[in-house]
T-cell receptor, first 114, second 112 residues
Framework: EAGVAQSPRYKIIEKRQSVAFWCNPISGHATLYWYQQILGQGPKLLIQFQNNGVVDDSQLPKDRFSAERLKGVDSTLKIQPAKLEDSAVYLC????????????FGPGTRLTVL | QKEVEQDPGPLSVPEGAIVSLNCTYSNSAFQYFMWYRQYSRKGPELLMYTYSSGNKEDGRFTAQVDKSSKYISLFIRDSQPSDSATYLCAMNISPGTYKYIFGTGTRLKVLA
């Protein structure tokens, strides 16, 4: 069974530039999560989708971050414009459904903002 | 006070040692407790999942939950160099209703 795929794996940008990350969850998984993991910290949930609807985006900085999950499969997370403090690893995870605790994580995208 | 506290380490132990990793939490509503292992430059992978109090064993790994003390532990027996990773605890009140809260992770090094 293929795992969660993410791209790109690494990205370096200047502050105020835009960046987008892509995630393809495990086939059949209805729930998709985007996490931000700053160095030395645990992952922090940014947004959670159930199919193509948003379940929780309370910790998403909506003035600069946006995410979508068209057709309830792939998802993209965008930052526009980026700030220095956005430097982090962005992890995508998926689970069978909302009621399941087991989340499967992708390898992450490491973002460096200069 | 953070909802979940975890010593960042690093914790260095010799191969074959018993390792004890711990988290404390403040919210008594947490009922679901998870331990994830994260290798360098990889995403976390679920190791153990426990509901409510008690012990759960899986091979060399044992998870313990003490809800009265708001304290959870992961024990690794006969530790191996391949166990060297960051171990994250995570907890939830109710899946689907609330989000996971992760600890900061403890870096473990098992020396050959």
């Amino acid at each position: 069974e293929a795992g969660v795929a993410q791209s790109p794996r690494y990205k370096i940008i200047e502050k105020r530039q835009s960046v987008a990350f892509w995630c393809n969850p495990i086939s059949g998984h209805a729930t998709l999560y985007w996490y931000q993991q700053i160095l030395g910290q645990g992952p922090k949930l940014l947004i959670q989708f159930q199919n193509n609807g948003v379940v929780d985006d309370s910790q998403l900085p909506k003035d600069r971050f946006s995410a979508e999950r068209l057709k309830g499969v792939d998802s993209t997370l965008k930052i526009q414009p980026a700030k220095l403090e956005d430097s982090a690893v962005y992890l995508c995870a998926s689970s069978i459904g909302l009621e399941y605790n087991e989340q499967f994580f992708g390898p992450g995208t490491r973002l460096t903002v200069l | 006070q953070k909802e979940v506290e975890q010593d960042p380490g690093p914790l260095s132990v010799p191969e074959g040692a018993i390792v004890s990793l711990n988290c404390t939490y403040s919210n008594s509503a947490f009922q679901y407790f998870m331990w994830y292992r994260q290798y360098s430059r990889k995403g976390p992978e679920l190791l153990m999942y426990t509901y409510s109090s008690g012990n759960k064993e899986d091979g060399r790994f044992t998870a313990q939950v003490d809800k009265s003390s708001k304290y959870i532990s992961l024990f690794i027996r006969d530790s191996q160099p391949s166990d060297s990773a960051t171990y994250l605890c995570a907890m939830n009140i109710s899946p689907g209703t609330y989000k996971y809260i992760f600890g900061t992770g403890t870096r473990l090094k098992v020396l050959a």
